[in-house]
């Protein structure tokens, strides 16, 4: 078992940047690798760093066992949930997601 926590979202302005960490607890072979979003009206997707340009960076710390997404040059169709998760062979987990909402 592991479990994930978001934080780090937010109300920010157009053009804005805002991190997003994502920390692990419980089972130590099991870390967060990806993050999703879900905007308005849309599904949850992947968080690919290539579709958004090179505006989004996702890194991790091991010895913190923290995901990260930097996301700069934000847009007002950024604004959704964002969500991390850490996967095994038998099972995806999610962490409850942090509001990011951007205001143009």
């Known amino acids: 078992q592991v479990q994930l926590v978001e934080s780090g979202g937010g109300l920010v302005q157009a053009g804005d940047s805002l991190t997003l960490s994502c920390q692990a607890s419980g089972s130590s072979g099991i870390n967060p690798t990806a993050w999703y979003r879900q905007t308005p009206g849309n599904a949850r997707e992947l968080v690919d760093v290539d579709s958004v340009r090179g505006r989004f960076t996702i890194s991790f710390d091991n010895a913190k066992r923290t995901l990260y997404l930097q996301m700069t040059s934000l847009k007002p169709e950024d604004t959704g949930v964002y969500y991390c998760?850490?996967?095994?062979?038998?099972?995806?987990?999610w962490g409850q997601g942090t509001l990011v909402a951007v205001s143009s």
């Open positions: 998760t850490a996967t095994t062979s038998n099972a995806v987990y």
